[in-house]
Nanobody, 124 residues
């Protein structure tokens, strides 16, 4: 059973930066970040393959957000720069504990474990 512990959310002004962290307790094959804004469905943000480090991004965050990992700490990070008001959401860390399906990185049902969520609020 993989447990995920998130940290790093908060309040920031537009144009600012935040870094989210997610520590995993067990083996994972792929980890991702999703977000859910009030009244909206949960959406994919970014993902990373644990063994090869391949990264994937939603178009809305490409060039502004960077996902990375620290194998020694079993931790994945989401560096968020040039934040916009529309980035305001609860951000969830997710992990897939089985070999990933090709092309499925953006589908939330393909992740087996989820963090508790951390609020990111960007003021304009």
């Amino acid at each position: 059973q993989v447990q995920l512990v998130e940290s790093g959310g908060g309040l920031v002004q537009a144009g600012g930066s935040l870094r989210l962290s997610c520590a995993a307790s067990g083996r994972t094959f792929r980890m991702g970040w999703f977000r859910q804004a009030p009244g909206k469905e949960r959406e994919f943000v970014a993902a990373i393959g644990w063994s090869d480090g391949t990264t994937y991004y939603a178009d809305s965050v490409k060039g502004r957000f960077t996902i990375s990992k620290d194998n020694a700490k079993s931790t994945v990070y989401l560096q968020m720069n040039s934040l916009k008001a529309e980035d305001t959401a609860v951000y969830y860390c997710a992990a897939r504990a089985r070999p990933p399906l090709i092309g499925s990185y953006y589908i939330d049902s393909n992740y087996d474990h989820w963090g508790q969520g951390t609020q990111v609020t960007v003021s304009s």
